[in-house]
């Protein structure tokens, strides 16, 4: 076959109609079958101008590549010398709806003759042609087969008649199809190469007219390799390099593209254009839009079949994975043997195939094309999230892992009102292969729920009072996040209010007390809300944040929890889900040490690890001596938290956590001394400042724990001359010499703020006064 002579330019093909593609186009796109086209071109030579031809039939579902095929024999008869002096090839459309007789028939061969003639620059010929034709009786076959046999002696060539859905036209003649069979026989002049959707009753059926008269080529789904091939082709002519980067370095993922298009060129070439795009388009709109484009290929494919065929069918396709026989005959309530018939039907046609059970004998079945069972799928289940494993299939098939990754990432950074979008990210969890992606993914979309009110789609989405009641319960801490994180925007004047707010981190057991304040027992928001019931929650919890960690630990903790993605520090997954999505790895590092009660339940390296993460964080110094402290291990590990006491004041210079990594060494070793430390964090605080009172009392509490009053007292007289710490060294004087009545002999501003302290520092010291 000679190559083309004139330059290519690349264009989208015409999937539907071939027959609009140029020679050079034809050539360009068909890469598959070779040796079938070989094949037949050889049989075409071979064939005596004397002899009876034999005629062929081409089988294939829809899509499988015949029209393209047919396409192809033409342009390799034009491009054959031999065949090209021999033969005609002519086209028809796809459908011949204007046949009624085997008369139409042939005046359609003389029609296509014509165009075949004009196409050629043989205008006079054609004329010719058309005006014979306008002489013929539409309803005189003879005349008409008579008209086209002269026009082939005239012209010396045999004609070739490259008949798409030949079926369509037998159907259309039956009446008549003895008569074609003997018209065939007596003229060598014509051939026939014609395609059909299915297996024609006439060719198996020995009493018919076509029995045993044609040569049948059977088009499955291309092979891997043939696949890979049109692939490669087409990326060629795209020029897209990156395509071709990605078939070569990951062949795993063209077999997955392989299996979900059962090998259907059609198929093949539609998904290699959401391929094209990458993973920047919006990839659900795209597939969408395809799916929509294959519509009448399959409603026609699955229209075609048998009332029994369809409904077996259709619970096959429902069931997704492979199906036992067993399986299919119980769902449909029929007789085995009957669903063993429709079965080999099935698998006959080529929509079905049998898939061996891992570690079994026994045979299972399912769509051999996975994008038609997408399809159907998309269009007839009624769940929401059975709905989307179209699009999960198609993101696991189209795209690598790290794809869907950097997929997910960008999804995630997109602010949307839409609900949508939400099934959207849903779908993305479900693809990707990794726990904590699908974690994000999946917050994202309850925030936008939460954001949208959109429960309905919530229900739709998730199994809530079955396998996935754990959403539910994130889905009730995204809505109390939201609508604290909206109090907190509210409360401008309020400075306290907007603290507590900023700095109360959530147990399971606040967020409960919470939800009792905002949320009624089905989650819906009350109107209005009670502020001041939420508030005396949240002020609790507050306060004892801030005793844990201190305002700038407990205001970064808050910020990783109050939006309800991490139910509590020691969510690991939710934490490790917020690490991803706003890049901040100390969350992780966080979780991960106050998930063990003890450091020695984990390898002291990834404690280090750990602890070296959270250092790295500029503002979270202060996180790991924290937990040191709540470790309550033997000072062999942690030889070295006196000088992490040191980096945390010089950080914060808030004692909480100083003070209680400090009583950790101090119980371990009696020679360590925080006091110096202590005086450099208290050197920082402000007395005026309201907010420190409750680190001043912890402080006074870990000391006279400890019994180093003493030493404290002097060292506040030396450091504080001129008295600017006199309530709290006054309280702490009392508490030392056990007696609340040396607080009378204070001037009034002094007694009243001292004995504030003293009640939080010895209590019972207060009592006997009281009473």
Not at 35 to 40: F, K, N, Q, V, Y
Request: proline residues 4%; glycine residues 4%.
């Amino acid at each position: 076959m000679n190559s083309p002579s004139q330059p290519y330019s690349y264009k989208a093909p015409a999937l539907y109609n071939p027959r609009l593609w140029n020679a050079n186009e034809v050539r360009a796109y068909y890469v598959a079958r070779p040796a079938l086209l070989e094949r037949i071109v050889d049989d075409l030579k071979r064939e005596d101008a004397s002899n009876h031809p034999q005629h062929r039939l081409i089988v294939g579902l829809r899509g499988m590549g015949k029209s393209t095929l047919l396409r192809r024999i033409a342009v390799a008869v034009e491009d054959d010398v031999q065949l090209n002096a021999s033969w005609l090839p002519l086209s028809f459309p796809e459908e011949q709806y204007n046949v009624a007789s085997l008369s139409d028939f042939w005046l359609n061969c003389l029609d296509a003759l014509s165009d075949l003639l004009e196409s050629r620059g043989q205008v006079a010929e054609s004329n010719e042609l058309d005006a014979d034709v306008e002489q013929i009786d539409r309803k005189d076959g003879e005349g008409a087969l008579g008209a086209l046999l002269r026009s082939a002696g005239t012209l010396q060539r045999r004609l070739l008649l490259l008949v798409d859905n030949v079926d369509l036209v037998f159907e259309r003649i039956k009446t008549e199809d003895w008569k074609l069979r003997e018209a065939l026989q007596a003229h060598p002049e014509i051939l026939i190469v014609g395609a059909s959707a299915k297996v024609l009753e006439s060719t198996y059926n020995y009493k018919a007219a076509f029995y045993d008269f044609f040569k049948i080529d059977e088009l499955r789904g291309l092979s891997e390799i043939e696949m890979r091939d049109t692939i490669l082709n087409l990326a060629r002519l795209a020029k897209a390099e990156h395509i071709i980067e990605r078939v070569d370095a990951d062949p795993a993922r063209l077999r997955v593209l392989h299996t979900l298009t059962g090998g259907n060129p059609r198929t093949a070439v539609l998904l290699y254009s959401v391929l094209l795009k990458g993973i920047d388009g919006d990839v659900r709109s795209d597939l969408e839009g395809l799916l929509d484009e294959v519509t009448p290929l399959y409603k026609a494919r699955f229209e075609e079949l048998p009332p029994q065929s369809q409904q077996l069918l259709d619970k096959l396709a429902l069931h997704w994975h492979p199906a036992s026989a067993a399986t299919l005959t119980k769902q449909l309530g029929w007789k085995v043997n009957l669903v063993s018939a429709q079965l080999d039907r099935l698998i006959g046609a080529g929509i079905v195939e049998r898939v061996k059970a891992p570690k079994s004998k026994r045979l299972n079945f399912q769509i051999g094309e996975r994008f038609f069972n997408i399809w159907y799928l998309m269009r007839t289940s009624r769940r929401l999230r059975r709905r989307l494993i179209w699009l999960v299939e198609c993101l696991r098939g189209l795209y690598s892992n790290e794809e869907l990754q950097a997929m997910a990432r960008r999804r995630m950074a997109q602010a949307s009102e839409n609900a949508r979008d939400a099934e959207t990210l849903v779908a993305l969890g479900d693809a990707v292969d990794d726990p904590i992606f699908k974690r994000a993914l999946i917050d994202c979309a309850l925030e936008l729920l939460v954001k949208t009110n959109d429960d309905r789609t919530l229900a739709e989405l998730f199994d809530l009072d079955g396998t996935e009641s754990d959403i539910k319960i994130r889905h009730c801490h995204i809505e109390l996040g939201q609508v604290l994180n909206q109090m907190r925007e509210e409360q401008h004047e309020n400075s306290s209010r907007r603290e507590w707010l900023e700095t109360a981190v959530f147990s399971a057991s606040d967020n409960a007390a919470l939800l009792d304040a905002l949320l009624d027992g089905a989650g819906v928001k009350r109107d209005p809300v009670d502020a001041d019931a939420v508030y005396t929650v949240v002020r609790s919890v507050s306060l004892r944040t801030i005793q844990q960690f201190g305002p700038k630990a407990a205001r970064l903790l808050a910020s990783a929890t109050q939006n309800g993605q991490a139910t509590r520090i020691s969510d690991r997954e939710g934490m490790a889900a917020l690490t991803l999505r706003l890049n901040a790895p100390y969350l992780i590092a966080l979780a991960k040490m106050f998930d063990y009660e003890t450091p020695s339940q984990i390898a002291h390296k990834e404690f280090e690890a750990n602890a070296k993460a959270l250092l790295d964080y500029d503002d979270a110094g202060f996180f790991p001596w924290a937990f040191l402290a709540f470790s309550r291990s033997d000072e062999k590990k942690f030889a070295n938290a006196a000088s992490a006491a040191k980096r945390a004041i010089e950080i914060d210079g808030i004692p909480f956590a100083v003070a209680s990594s400090c009583s950790t060494i101090i119980a371990a070793d009696d020679t360590s001394n925080p006091l110096p430390y202590f005086l450099k964090a208290l050197a920082k605080l402000r007395p005026e400042d309201t907010k420190e009172i409750e680190s001043l009392t912890l402080m006074a509490e870990i000391v006279l724990r400890l019994g180093k009053e003493a030493l404290l007292l002097t060292a506040l007289d030396s450091a504080f001359p001129n008295g600017e710490l006199l309530p709290f060294r006054e309280a702490l004087n009392a508490a030392v010499e056990k007696d609340a009545s040396l607080l009378e002999l204070l001037a009034p501003e002094v007694r009243e703020p001292a004995t504030q302290f003293l009640a939080m520092i010895a209590p019972k010291l207060l009592q006997p006064l009281a009473e």
